[in-house]
């Protein structure tokens, strides 16, 4: 089965040379970063970021015709300690029911010194997908 991109107009494109989300053997794969429409990042607020992080993977989830009850799996990434209990605090609000698997990673940098969260989503969205 090929793979399919899956993009939305809703998001920022910028200067990525990469596919905002790839769906292939019915699993939906996306990572995002706390950009709004604009290509504006929220300033120095970890929730406002995991929040935009998610409603961007939720765009891309509906785009593809899935929710995030389909997310199976999430690598997060924060570049402060300080971040990680804001960060919870809306992941939770948003997976509140059967999250997903989840891995959690402090790192020094996610390309821009403006993000301060990253979240990388695994959806199964079935074999018909």
């Not at 939720?58 to 389909?70: F, M, Q, V, Y």
């Not at 300690?81 to 059967?98: G, I, K, L, Q, T």
Request: net charge negative.
């Amino acid at each position: 089965m090929p793979k399919r991109i899956i993009e939305t107009d809703r998001l920022p494109r910028g200067r990525l040379p990469f596919a905002q989300a790839t769906v292939a053997g019915g699993f939906m794969f996306v990572c995002c970063i706390g950009y709004d429409a604009k290509g504006q990042v929220a300033l120095g607020d970890a929730r406002a970021q995991t929040q935009q992080a998610i409603d961007n993977i939720r765009l891309l989830l509906e785009e593809a015709g899935g929710t995030l009850r389909d997310v199976v799996k999430c690598t997060v990434y924060v570049t402060d300690r300080a971040y990680w209990e804001p960060m919870n605090e809306v992941y939770f609000a948003n997976f509140a029911e059967d999250p997903p698997h989840r891995i959690s990673c402090i790192v020094q940098g996610l390309g821009s010194p403006d993000v301060l969260v990253e979240i990388d989503a695994t959806a199964y969205l079935g074999p018909e997908a």
